[in-house]
């Protein structure tokens, strides 16, 4: 039996023992090393869940300004991917954003490119990892000397701090000091194997790139993580048995593998939101073969000396930042043709939904899903108003095509509020910043609103359809009468939606001293309808239609105010309704009262 595989006997009980010093690493140096990879996962997790709330709707907002440039696109994709410090969850909520589409499939090509491009920060934070020990300057910079006290600043912003913002930035700091602990634990994991011919011999398969290739990518598609695979290596390489033409393969692989997020995330979307995962794909796929055949191929005819270098962990950081700015420049021109690709390799076979919704994808990213919650709320606000108005224009014009619109948006509404509801109660159950619950609360009590303003759209379209049947007619003086009381409501209408589209609360305090001048035209016209009855100058038929008129547009102004109340409470009350608008409507409260005069004398029936 040849040395290296020899049993050993135990020096207190000369039991036989397996040759556990031959590789110098036993089982406990595996979960060491587990344990150790299971930290940085972990403080990945809490450092991005951190960041991204931190970050909130800016998020959300970057994306807006995107425009089809892509090198602005990309710059973007870099600095959200930097702030959640993930590419896989910038993908994945790229495919939720075109699925429910939010976001065009070219305009997601840059964003990709820009977010490889962010993803290799990890690489250089963790690279500290191998900072020697020549001064105690340097000793600083190391990992297991400076993560303990920013644990320690995380604890006390979490356990002292009562605002939310530092209780954030608690959080992204104690993350930041897991994923540290974690790197150091992998790393004195893997110190044994430094003098392991064991260990040598295994690392001999690496030299074969394709084989180094393939361990990365499944690797990292089974941890799901290439900021994960990469760490793993940079610790690796500390035992100085790592060369550059070992660990390359294995980088371009992490950077492949790092798409299975993206794959699994993409069952059960549309084939436009297939597409960016195969451009996903696509990216890396074609970047490690325009890099890895002419590098092997100019190897194995000139033999590179610097090809069997050890490498060290800032090299690492530096190849896979290279290697992802490199790809981008190089493929950044053919966009167009990337997105073609996609294209023709998913073809469109599908009718879309006339409209789509928010992906459930995009609650990995709560501000994110948050904002684009508000956009949706914005078109349905802007949708009800829209139909009332045309609602409205159907008792002095009846158009059929006019009244099968205003039945369409109306069911439209319907399937907003449905959805949107359904969506941010899902969304309220993630971890949110106080400002974000406070929207969210805004968005659940406004929607309500909108949808009953659609089915008051409905009800108007009842009345006209009756109108118009029957031949009705109003008497002169009512008419000029609802001429009055239809605009009160067309500047409600339009007062509220500007107010909630712009989230301007001085526009919202103007709706309530108008809904009371609403309230008191509706009392004064019924009042007035019932003396015409007695009088003998009106009917019984277009009673009934006016009356029901006066009642949803009473409804109508009623929900404008409720959406404006809801916005001013939340931003500067937090006492109950009732109490505000009896504080609000004071006679103590002189810009209700100008406001009120103001309306009063601008919508008066003679």
Not at 472 to 496: G, H, K, Y
Not at 498 to 511: G, M, Q, T
Not at 545 to 566: M, P
Request: charged share 20%.
């Amino acid at each position: 039996m040849t040395p290296e595989y020899s049993q050993t006997y135990s020096a207190k009980t000369g039991a036989k023992t397996a040759p556990f010093s031959r590789c110098n690493m036993d089982i406990f140096d595996i979960l060491t090393l587990c344990g150790g990879l299971a930290f940085f996962l972990y403080g990945m997790h809490v450092m991005s869940a951190g960041l991204e709330k931190l970050a909130g709707g800016k998020l959300e907002k970057t994306l807006r300004r995107m425009t089809s440039n892509p090198f602005k696109s990309m710059a973007l994709g870099a600095i959200i991917t930097i702030a959640i410090q993930s590419s896989s969850a910038m993908t994945v909520m790229l495919v939720g954003l075109v699925n429910s589409g939010i976001m065009d499939l070219y305009s997601t090509v840059g964003v990709m490119m820009g977010s490889n491009i962010g993803t290799t920060v990890t690489a250089w934070i963790t690279s500290t990892i191998g900072i020697g020990d020549d001064n105690w300057v340097m000793s600083l910079l190391k990992p297991e000397s400076f993560a303990p006290l920013v644990a320690l600043l995380g604890i006390l912003f979490i356990m002292v701090s009562k605002k939310t913002r530092r209780k954030d930035i608690g959080n992204i700091c104690v993350g930041f000091a897991v994923l540290m602990y974690g790197m150091v634990l992998m790393s004195s994991s893997v110190s044994g194997l430094k003098d392991s011919e064991q260990f040598h011999t295994l690392l001999t398969a690496f030299d074969n790139p394709i084989v180094g290739l393939l361990i990365g990518t499944v690797f990292t598609g089974v941890i799901q993580s290439s900021a994960a695979a990469v760490s793993i290596l940079q610790a690796l390489s500390l035992t100085g048995n790592v060369t550059i033409g070992m660990a390359l393969p294995i980088i371009l692989g992490a950077n492949i593998g790092t798409c299975m997020t993206a794959l699994l995330s993409s069952f059960g979307v549309n084939k436009k939101a297939k597409r960016v995962v195969v451009i996903h794909v696509a990216i890396k796929v074609i970047g490690t073969v325009i890099v890895m055949v002419p590098v092997y191929v100019l190897h194995a005819i000139f033999h590179f000396s610097f090809v069997d270098q050890p490498i060290d962990p800032v090299m690492i950081a530096v190849i896979h930042m290279v290697f992802n700015i490199f790809t981008t420049i190089v493929l950044m021109p053919f966009s167009k043709m990337l997105v073609k690709l996609a294209e023709n390799l998913v073809k469109e076979n599908t009718k879309d939904h006339p409209f789509a919704f928010l992906d459930e994808r995009l609650l990995s990213t709560p501000s994110i899903a948050l904002a684009e919650c508000k956009n949706m709320t914005i078109d349905m606000a802007k949708l009800a108003h829209d139909t009332l108005l045309l609602a409205m224009k159907q008792i002095e014009h009846y158009s059929e095509k006019e009244a099968e619109l205003v039945t369409e948006n109306e069911n439209k509404l319907d399937i907003y509020e449905d959805s949107l509801s359904t969506y941010l109660v899902k969304l309220s159950g993630k971890e949110l910043s106080d400002t974000d619950s406070g929207k969210i609360s805004k968005l659940l009590h406004s929607i309500g609103d909108f949808e009953r303003l659609g089915d008051h759209a409905r009800n108007i379209l009842f009345v006209a359809q009756d109108i118009a049947e029957k031949e009705l007619t109003f008497s002169e003086q009512t008419q000029q009468d609802m001429a009055v009381i239809s605009a009160a409501i067309a500047e409600i209408l339009e007062i509220t939606t500007d107010a909630f589209c712009r989230n301007d609360l001085d526009l919202a305090r103007k709706v309530e001293p108008l809904e009371q001048v609403i309230d008191g035209l509706v009392a004064e016209e019924k009042d007035r309808h019932v003396k015409r009855l007695q009088a003998g100058k009106c009917s019984i038929e277009p009673g009934f239609a006016l009356t029901d008129l006066l009642n949803n547009y009473e409804r109508i102004s009623d929900h404008c105010s409720n959406v404006a109340v809801c916005m001013i409470q939340l931003k500067e009350f937090s006492f109950e309704t009732h109490e505000f608008l009896h504080q609000f409507r004071s006679e103590d409260n002189p810009e209700f009262v100008a406001d009120f005069e103001r309306f009063a004398g601008k919508y008066t029936i003679e």
